[in-house]
């Protein structure tokens, strides 16, 4: 049993830990919070230096390492709030390209994408309400892309997306993937509003903007659900790192501040929260790491595990989040404090890839058809019977 | 990241396992339905003896008690392989987990002689004398008084929540030797011969109906000072080193309920309202939330298991399954009777927690307090993991009989 990070991975995840404390520490993320720029283009310029947007991608593209380089990667770029366009380049177009694209078409972006030259999104949304199930209304005609995505994280920025649309115009006609190029002057965006000005949104217009299918990608609805699955499981591991500065910061507060004449971190009630704080983000992490697993093995086990991490990360994340303002008081609630980063960035992340209902229903039918294939094969008992038994 | 065992280990699981599969089918009580209490502990005793004589008793331990002298994940192995037969060992759980390990750090060599092997074969049972009625979560409150009388000492009061009092040999006993002291350092330790005149013990009936525990009356009770463990007044420091006992165990996610399947399966038979249970979206996202719970503990065991097996010690990061595991039987088994409606009430004779959900439900209250209530969790948690201050305390400094 060796359920951990190997010593190089781990040597990695502290290289990115001291780099992302020195260059990313909570005053350039307020420089992005406050509207400076929409993301942070020099760091995101450094991470290309120092190799990481090449975590992942097929070697010879340049690329290096797998599920598990990224997974500890993501759990620093969570811990430090890094704003960056990190899930949708790294953890969705990249791997979608990669997943799904044409030599030609992986040649093309991804050495752009690990020299931090090539941004890319992931667009897929179009109404509001269920990230998987919804129809889609932009449509490809004569090889030109018609419709509308919103919202699109990283959208405003940019230089690719892939998009889904139906094949022809008819409303029947199949869902594909495509490759749009974003610096077409036929494509409108229009930044929006969001609650974590940190990971920005925008609403792009697509007027006949000349788009290539990726690959020859025939399974569509598998692939881009097993490209969901692989980003939420590394999203666990960001909401993992976030959650776990809550608690630190929680912490370290409930030790200094005094109230009645002893640190509130003394009262049972503080302690108790802590604890559940604790208690929560343990979960996430081992759910998290079974992603990771599941995720480095690309097998049957993915979507379960994944489903299981992003939903243990989330609850853990949007707990500590909201918890560690609870504890700090009315200074926990005011801008100056950097509380609301995390409570703000834990329900970005927590609706990225669609809200926790949505993967709850997820795994409940893995887990049905789970049980359900199993009782077929062994015949076991029914739960009546084996309750008269 | 791998789930394979090193080549050591998995020779140690190859040759558990064959010696399992020959020896443990005839002691497993699977099927057997209700046994007499005699007859059980005599099937636990012959299967106890066997384990022992092979060196499985406590795998860490030398052989000369009855050990192999291996490793902690060794003995984790072992007991993932003993976890696949359901063989009748509850009777030595408490005697072999707490009183034994005890009597091997602070017994003479004489006794350890006479004590240890009898106990770890199963031909001997011991009990851990603890909680008083006013004295639980708070151990260190106990009243048990002990006067000191020449070269024996005297005992008088209660105990309570004993476990298998009724069939033990022994027993290990904090009782309080000083009053003049706060409290935490009156206390001394001290083991006990169960049939000594002035001892009897009465069964508790618990909420649930089953009689597990029970009460332990002390009248004029002679124990001679030989059979004190640690100094006088020095007993606290023995009852902190029983904590620092082994920790790792084989963890049940279901906390012994029928399990996340099992409600799946109750799903897809009952139906509600709108339809089958099992297409109701909030009985989905239960069953969802469930499932990431277990698998959150089931993951965290491996990683502690993955600490065992590079030879770091578990802490106390392992009260996280007593904080979630309780709770969630409670709940889950107060879902799956409501999903049966009228006859979430209603059974055969003869349930138990494993095959139907209100057994559990009537269990759960006892199990989230014994062995540590999910408020002392916490604050162990709280404590010793975060490393917050200790609640204030009244008590510390004022002599017990003043308090």
């Known amino acids: ?389 | 990241m791998d789930f394979n065992d090193t080549p050591e280990e998995a020779a140690l699981r190859a040759e558990v396992r064959a010696w399992l599969a020959e020896h443990a089918p005839a002691y497993d009580v699977r099927g057997a339905g209700e046994m007499p209490l005699a007859e059980g502990l005599a099937r636990g005793r012959r299967w106890q003896a066997l384990k022992a004589g092979r060196g499985y008793a406590k795998i860490t331990w030398p052989r000369e008690f009855c050990g192999l002298g291996g490793t902690p994940m060794q003995q984790v192995i072992y007991q993932q392989e003993e976890a696949k037969y359901r063989l009748p060992i509850d009777y030595f759980k408490v005697s072999l987990g707490i009183p034994i390990p005890i009597m091997r750090r602070f017994a003479t060599p004489e006794q350890q002689a006479r004590y240890l092997t009898p106990a770890l074969r199963g031909e001997e049972i011991w009990c851990q004398l603890f909680s008083e009625p006013a004295a639980g979560s708070d151990l260190a409150g106990i009243r048990l008084r002990a006067v000191r009388d020449g070269d024996h000492w005297v005992l008088n009061g209660q105990k309570i929540w004993t476990s298998w009092a009724q069939v033990s040999d022994f027993g290990v006993v904090i009782t309080r030797s000083n009053p003049d002291v706060p409290k935490h350092k009156g206390l001394t330790y001290l083991f006990v011969d169960m049939r000594t005149p002035g001892i009897e013990v009465r069964p508790i009936k618990q909420l649930s109906g089953g009689q597990e525990f029970s009460e332990v009356f002390f009248t004029d009770v002679r124990v001679p000072d030989s059979q004190r463990l640690g100094e006088i007044d020095g007993g606290w420091k023995v009852a902190l080193a029983t904590l620092m006992e082994e920790r790792f165990s084989v963890v049940d996610v279901t906390g012994g309920g029928p399990g996340l399947d099992a409600l799946i399966e109750l799903a897809c038979e009952v139906a509600l309202e709108h339809g089958p249970a099992i297409e109701d979206s909030d009985v989905r996202q239960r069953i969802a939330e469930w499932y990431v719970a277990e698998q959150g503990l089931r993951t965290n065991y491996y990683r502690m298991l993955t600490a065992l097996s590079k030879g770091e010690l578990p802490g106390p990061e392992g009260s996280i399954n007593k904080i979630a595991i309780p709770s969630k039987l409670q709940q889950q088994s107060r879902f799956a009777m409501d999903l049966m409606g009228p006859a979430g009430v209603a059974t055969a004779p003869g349930a138990r927690r494993s095959t139907h959900p209100f057994v559990g439900w009537l269990e759960a209250p006892g199990y989230r307090i014994a062995g540590g209530t999910d408020e002392i969790l916490r604050n162990i948690i709280a404590e010793q993991v975060l490393k917050l201050p200790g609640d204030v305390r009244t008590d510390k400094d004022v002599p017990f009989n003043k308090l």
């Open chain 1, 1 to 389: 049993m060796n359920f951990d990070f190997s010593d190089e991975q781990l040597m990695l995840r502290e290289q990115g830990r001291r780099f992302l404390s020195e260059r990313c520490d909570t005053r350039a993320v307020r420089r992005i919070l406050e509207g400076e720029q929409a993301y942070d283009a020099t760091l995101w310029t450094q991470m290309a230096e120092l190799g990481w947007l090449a975590i992942g991608l097929p070697e010879q593209h340049g690329g290096f390492g797998g599920a598990y380089e990224l997974c500890v990667l993501a759990e620093e770029l969570g811990r430090s709030l890094a704003p960056v366009p990190a899930a949708s380049t790294l953890y969705l177009a990249a791997r979608a390209l990669t997943r799904a694209g044409s030599d030609e078409q992986q040649g093309r972006w991804l050495p752009a994408v690990a020299a931090g030259r090539a941004i890319g999104a992931w667009a897929v949304h179009e109404r509001p309400g269920s990230q998987r199930r919804q129809p889609v209304g932009s449509f490809v005609s004569a090889g030109k892309l018609h419709g509308c995505k919103t919202p699109v994280a990283d959208g405003a920025f940019a230089d690719f997306a892939i998009v889904t649309a139906r094949a022809t115009a008819d409303a029947s006609a199949p869902v594909g993937l495509f490759i749009a190029d974003l610096r077409h002057d036929s494509v409108r965006r229009a930044a929006l509003g969001v609650v974590d000005p940190t990971r920005p949104c925008a609403t792009l217009e697509f007027h006949g903007t000349p788009v290539e299918s990726l690959g020859e990608t025939e399974q569509v609805a598998t692939v881009v659900d097993e490209l969901t699955d692989g980003a939420a499981a590394l999203l666990a591991f960001e909401q993992l790192g976030g959650a776990e500065v809550c608690l630190a910061m929680a912490r370290d507060f409930a030790l200094e501040r005094k109230a009645f004449g002893r640190v509130i971190g003394s009262f049972q009630a503080v302690k108790h929260r802590l604890a559940d704080m604790w208690v929560k983000i343990q979960l996430a992490r081992g759910n998290a790491y079974y992603a990771a697993w599941a995720l480095d093995a690309a097998g049957d086990e993915l979507p379960a595990a994944a489903a299981a991490a992003r939903i243990a990360s989330t609850d853990a994340y949007e707990f500590a989040s909201q918890e560690s303002i609870q504890i700090h008081g009315g200074m926990g609630y005011t801008w100056e404090a950097d509380c609301h980063l995390y409570y703000r960035r834990s329900r970005s992340l927590a609706l990225m890839l669609g809200a926790p209902r949505e993967w709850k229903e997820r795994l409940a039918a893995q887990l049905v058809q789970r049980v359900r294939g199993e009782t077929l094969r062994a015949v076991r008992p029914t739960a009546a019977q084996a309750q008269a038994v």
